[in-house]
Protein backbone atom coordinates (compact mmCIF):
# COMPACT_ATOMS: atom_id res chain seq x y z
CA UNK A 1 0.00 0.00 0.00
CA UNK A 2 1.17 3.35 -1.12
CA UNK A 3 2.28 5.98 1.98
CA UNK A 4 -0.85 8.70 2.46
CA UNK A 5 0.94 12.16 3.21
CA UNK A 6 -2.48 13.66 4.82
CA UNK A 7 -1.17 17.60 3.89
CA UNK A 8 -1.80 16.55 0.39
CA UNK A 9 -5.14 15.82 0.68
CA UNK A 10 -7.48 18.49 -0.19
CA UNK A 11 -10.68 16.41 -0.14
CA UNK A 12 -11.97 13.14 0.51
CA UNK A 13 -14.49 11.27 -1.41
CA UNK A 14 -16.33 8.26 0.19
CA UNK A 15 -19.28 6.44 -1.43
CA UNK A 16 -19.85 3.25 1.19
CA UNK A 17 -19.77 2.61 4.10
CA UNK A 18 -17.62 0.09 4.06
CA UNK A 19 -14.67 2.77 2.75
CA UNK A 20 -15.47 5.32 5.19
CA UNK A 21 -15.31 2.67 7.95
CA UNK A 22 -11.67 1.78 6.28
CA UNK A 23 -10.69 5.12 6.12
CA UNK A 24 -11.63 5.84 9.48
CA UNK A 25 -9.82 2.93 11.45
CA UNK A 26 -6.99 3.55 9.23
CA UNK A 27 -6.28 7.36 9.78
CA UNK A 28 -7.09 9.46 12.72
CA UNK A 29 -8.48 13.01 10.85
CA UNK A 30 -6.49 15.77 12.95
CA UNK A 31 -5.08 18.40 12.12
CA UNK A 32 -2.74 16.94 9.85
CA UNK A 33 -5.12 17.25 7.38
CA UNK A 34 -4.49 21.27 7.39
CA UNK A 35 -5.44 21.55 3.51
CA UNK A 36 -8.69 19.40 3.70
CA UNK A 37 -11.53 21.29 2.56
CA UNK A 38 -14.12 19.28 1.34
CA UNK A 39 -15.95 15.91 2.63
CA UNK A 40 -18.58 13.93 0.09
CA UNK A 41 -19.95 10.82 2.10
CA UNK A 42 -22.35 8.63 0.70
CA UNK A 43 -24.15 6.14 2.78
CA UNK A 44 -22.88 7.28 6.68
CA UNK A 45 -24.40 6.01 9.24
CA UNK A 46 -25.59 8.43 12.03
CA UNK A 47 -22.64 7.29 14.71
CA UNK A 48 -19.75 7.42 12.06
CA UNK A 49 -21.02 11.07 11.03
CA UNK A 50 -20.43 11.67 14.52
CA UNK A 51 -17.21 10.84 15.05
CA UNK A 52 -15.72 12.06 11.96
CA UNK A 53 -17.19 15.78 12.80
CA UNK A 54 -16.11 15.38 16.06
CA UNK A 55 -12.77 14.88 15.06
CA UNK A 56 -13.11 17.77 12.00
CA UNK A 57 -13.43 20.41 14.66
CA UNK A 58 -10.01 21.75 14.38
CA UNK A 59 -9.85 21.86 10.54
CA UNK A 60 -9.81 25.14 9.54
CA UNK A 61 -10.37 25.00 5.73
CA UNK A 62 -12.76 22.42 5.91
CA UNK A 63 -16.41 23.43 4.71
CA UNK A 64 -19.49 22.97 6.23
CA UNK A 65 -21.60 19.83 4.49
CA UNK A 66 -24.17 19.63 1.96
CA UNK A 67 -26.44 16.53 2.89
CA UNK A 68 -26.90 15.58 6.89
CA UNK A 69 -29.48 13.37 8.56
CA UNK A 70 -31.44 15.08 10.79
CA UNK A 71 -29.83 14.94 14.36
CA UNK A 72 -29.22 17.68 16.65
CA UNK A 73 -26.18 16.38 17.72
CA UNK A 74 -24.73 16.56 14.23
CA UNK A 75 -25.88 20.05 13.88
CA UNK A 76 -24.27 21.41 16.69
CA UNK A 77 -21.27 19.84 15.48
CA UNK A 78 -21.65 21.24 11.88
CA UNK A 79 -22.04 25.10 14.02
CA UNK A 80 -18.49 24.59 15.88
CA UNK A 81 -16.81 24.21 12.70
CA UNK A 82 -14.38 27.09 12.19
CA UNK A 83 -15.81 28.07 8.77
Given at each position: ????????I????L????????????F??D?????????Y???I??NT??I????C?????L?PF???????Q????I?TLP?
Open positions: MKSINPHQFSLNSSEFYIDKFLSSNISSFDRLQSILENQPLLLLKNIHLLRMDQLIDLCIYFLFN
